[in-house]
Structures are given as structure tokens and as C-alpha cells.
């Protein structure tokens, strides 16, 4: 057993408490390797956010989990040696069963999700409940998910969404204890969250998403106050990251997300946690593209992965700073 503690994280509890009642929200980025780790300590240390480094169960396995507690570790010093002690959360992103969850809780992870949602209503209860039982004995925060996102992210896929019953939030916090909830309220997993069909077109052909839904957002603030809620699925596919790929030799069509004024709508609100990795994906993309079409002899991976590292830290900084408010909250 080795608890987060040692590693010199913290937990989500007292990050959230800050959030909601600040008006903003804690970026939770995704990483698999050195260079991603890099960027977002670079960019959190820079503008003093506190951050939730995100893991998926695959990314876990990619990294592996006897090296992740290290670059945990490594993470921690590497903020020191910048100049700034940001609190780091080391965080399990979409955990689907108890057994994952528990083997994170004991290989130091501060925050786990348990993501009960492709399960029926009481299935969905219980097995968060179980989860939140214990993770709670060390002191590891538990986030929950009511509701389902569609696309396809990683090892988390699905083919349509559900929306969020604000009537069911109440007794799903009660009953399980979770320390925040993920909603769906319109977002998606990828860099395609919508269809073509599903977008309008402005004047300049771009296509403009339907609006996420906040009534459901407002109507789960009244049944629950304060209480941390969480979105998934909430990068914003920047058209110019688009343009640089497929300029570059990629093929990525029709790719749209979320865009940024309604997450800074959303990061005001109970919103306190906001989940982006395809954009980080796109960046660090964008960047190789550009590196191999101007320099197709190049080998070297430091000279492809080290701008994408610094493309990444860019646009990490971008939204820490511009939409979740983030930026001197550590």
C-alpha cells in the first residue's frame, strides 16, 4: 500500500471547495508520457493553477503502473524545481470496476473515478457506493457519473449520450457518498463530438455545435448546492489545430467540440472540475505533422516531441488562463 501522501500529491476534496466558491475550474488533463507530464507542470507552474493530472485505464497500462507512482513523484519535484509548489492530484480517469479502482488507491493515486453509468440506475449506486467505502479509508476522493457521453475517447466509447436526470442527483449523492459528480449536459468523448447534421454552418462554413444544456446544469445546482460537479468531453477541437493537420498531411474531417465562452460559462457555475485531452492531442499532433512535412529526413524524437511538448504547455496555459479561471489559484 503506498499512500498518495508519500508522493507528495493531495487529494480533490479542498481544490473543489476552493473552486466552487471562487468561480472557477481545476483543469484535469489527460497524459500518457514524459512530454505531456512536462507541459502541464510547465504550464500550471507558470500561471500558479492547481491541476488534476488525469489517467485513463489505458493510459495506465501505456505508461505502466510501477513507473506512473514515479513520474507522480517526479511531477511533484519538477513543479519544486520551477519555482512554485502547485497542488497535483494524481487522478483515475473512467476506473469501470472496483478491482481497478482499489489497485490505483494502493499504488498512490489521490482521486479515483468510478464511472457506474453504462449500468443500471441501482447497479450504478452501489458499485460507486463500494468505491467510495474504500477509498474513503485512506483519504482518496471518489468522483461518480450520472448520465451518458457519447463518442469515443481511449477505452471509453459509446454511441449515443443520455442526459443527466437532475431528479436522480440528489439521491445518488446521498446514497453513495461520492466527492463529485460528472454530468452529461451535451459534451463528448474525441475531436468529432457532433455530427455535421447535429452542427449549423456560419458564414465561413465552420460548424457551430448545438449549446450544451444548462438548464440541466442549473436545475442539478438547486437539487444539490455547492456540491463539485464535473465535466467530460470538454475540449474545444480550435479549428486552427484542425487546419495545421490536415494541411500537414491528416485526414481529421468534420472535427468540432465544445466551444470556449460556453466552458467559461460553465467553470462560473458548480462546475469545478473540466476534463480536456483531445486538444492536447490535437496540439502535439499539429506540431509532429508540421515537424515531419518541413523536415521529412528528421529521426530525432526530440525534435518532434519537444515542440509538441511546448505546443501543448501553449495551449494548456490558454485555458487555464482564458477559460477555467484557474490561473494564481494554487
Not at 159 to 164: A, D, I, L
Not at 193 to 217: A, S, V, W, Y
Not at 284 to 300: G, H, L, Q, S, Y
Amino acid at each position: 500500500m503506498l499512500s498518495y501522501k508519500e508522493l507528495g500529491l493531495v487529494n480533490s476534496k479542498e481544490l473543489f471547495a476552493k473552486a466552487v466558491k471562487g468561480g472557477y475550474a481545476i483543469p484535469a488533463f489527460n497524459f500518457n508520457n514524459l512530454e505531456q507530464l512536462q507541459a502541464i507542470i510547465a504550464a500550471c507552474v507558470e500561471t500558479k493553477s492547481p491541476v488534476i493530472l488525469q489517467v485513463s485505464s489505458g493510459a495506465r497500462k501505456y505508461a505502466n503502473q510501477t513507473l506512473l507512482k514515479h513520474l507522480a513523484k517526479g511531477a511533484v519535484d519538477y513543479a519544486h524545481e520551477l519555482g512554485y509548489d502547485i497542488p497535483i492530484v494524481l487522478h483515475l480517469d473512467h476506473g469501470d470496476t472496483f478491482e481497478l479502482c482499489k489497485s490505483c488507491v494502493e499504488s498512490g493515486f489521490s482521486s479515483v473515478m468510478i464511472d457506474g453509468s453504462h449500468h443500471p440506475y441501482e447497479k450504478n449506486v452501489e458499485l460507486t457506493a463500494q468505491v467510495v467505502e474504500y477509498a474513503h479509508k485512506y483519504d482518496v476522493t471518489v468522483e461518480g457519473e450520472l448520465g451518458v457521453l457519447a463518442g469515443i475517447e481511449d477505452e471509453v466509447s459509446s454511441e449515443v449520450s443520455h442526459y443527466t436526470k437532475p431528479e436522480e442527483v440528489e439521491d445518488f449523492v446521498k446514497k453513495t457518498g461520492v466527492d463529485s459528480l460528472a454530468i452529461s449536459i451535451g459534451t463528448s468523448h474525441g475531436a468529432n463530438k457532433f455530427t455535421p447534421e447535429q452542427c449549423t454552418r456560419n458564414e465561413d462554413g465552420i460548424l457551430i455545435p448545438p449549446p450544451l444544456r444548462f438548464d440541466i446544469l442549473e436545475e442539478v445546482e438547486k437539487r444539490i448546492p455547492g456540491f463539485p460537479i464535473v465535466l467530460h468531453g470538454a475540449s474545444s477541437v480550435p479549428a486552427e489545430l484542425i487546419k495545421i493537420i490536415n494541411s500537414n498531411g491528416g485526414k481529421l474531417k468534420d472535427a468540432v467540440g465544445i466551444p470556449e465562452e460556453q466552458l467559461r460559462r460553465a467553470a462560473k457555475s458548480a462546475v469545478c472540475k473540466v476534463n480536456i485531452d483531445s486538444d492536447g492531442r490535437l496540439a502535439m499532433t499539429a506540431a509532429i505533422r508540421k515537424v515531419f512535412n518541413e523536415n521529412p529526413a528528421e529521426f530525432d524524437p526530440r525534435k518532434y516531441l519537444g515542440p509538441a511538448r511546448d505546443a501543448l504547455k501553449e495551449l494548456y496555459k490558454h485555458k487555464i488562463i482564458n477559460v477555467l479561471g484557474s490561473a494564481g489559484k494554487a
